[in-house]
């Protein structure tokens, strides 16, 4: 148990620090909950192939994590029980007075190894779940099954938003309402507040024309992220807007079939596959829209930054998004697999951009990662004293 006299131990586990939200947020929360408060050790495993390493952005940051090279995205029994064994011998050495969670993988390894070393606080955050478009029945009823069982371990369960906190316990069951809590992302988004719009430095190194309307799509090449739509919707928006031009930033397994796709339906010569790019705000800036296409979604980051960095968005009615975006308040949403619909919305952008400060001003109100230190901070010393006062009527 924490002692007034030291700092609070937190150990922090996700399964790997690829491209995207987690992964910057797991290494923000590590560099911000540092001494003299507190010390903190992040623990992942390694990137798959094909996969983009944000390692680079934790250590950016001064964070150096523990690897375990087994604790990766897919389940292999295995492979498991050695990343069990390992976390449960990390943990008895680091003595946390706090594990903390990240995505499902390591939210069931993690949760389990700390009950089995009697971790006085338990918490997991879902970032979003796999529980539909991802695998089949049986697939999904085991991720569901293991959740309820890590659920009964954990003292707290974090989500990122209050649709995917009734999701979560009203449809799939995964715990009681009341072992739920919202806290929104928290980001590093002054340099997006602070670029100005049509910079030109991303469209000037892909030599993109200035005055040609640009929209983009940003992340993993993934089946989840539905690429396909946005092309599907591209076509449709070109033969509207001839000048218009298309960027896809990030890599994955699908990529080459992606970039088929486009010479197929006649868009080679007005798409660009930029790959990784680590100066994402040059990128918003050039964005005339910012498309998410995906068949589910928990609360993307790159929507979070384009609205702070003032671009606008159009994305599919789907996970999150509904939530972040304020039901269409702070940009488009269309039904999900409905091509037609997302070309109009893209094409209504493009024609009557909508004004964006007040989304530029709530992305930084209430996705800084100044809230969201502030927030935990409150959570785990009041699991812990909750904790402490257990104990003490115990021994009473």
Known sequence: MAESSRPIRILRVIARLNVGGPAIHVSLLAHHFGPPDYETTLVCGRI???EGDMQYYAESLGVRPVII???GRALHPARDLVTLWKLY????????????????????VGRVAAWLAGV???VHTFHGHAFHNYFGPLLTGLFILLERLTARMSDTIITLTEGLRRELSETYRIARPKQFIVLPLGLDLEVFTATARKGGAFRTAWQIPSEAPLVGIVGRVVPIKNHALFLEAAARVRRQLPTVRFVVVGDGELRPKVEAQAAALGLADVVTFAGWQRDLA???????????????????VSVIEALAAGCPVVATRVGGLPDLLEGGKLGKLTPPGDPEALAAAIVETLQAPPQVETARRLMLDRYGIDRLVHDLDSLYRGLLARKRRSANRQRA
Do not use: M, W
């Open 120 to 122: 006085p606080v338990i």
């Open 89 to 108: 011998r990390l943990i008895r050495q680091v003595q946390p007075d706090v594990v903390h969670t990240h995505t499902s993988k390591a939210g069931f």
């Open 282 to 300: 040059a990128i918003y800036s050039d964005l005339d829209v910012l498309v998410v296409s995906s068949h589910n979604e928990g609360t993307p």
């Open 48 to 50: 798959g192939p094909g």
């Open 69 to 71: 090279p087994e604790l």
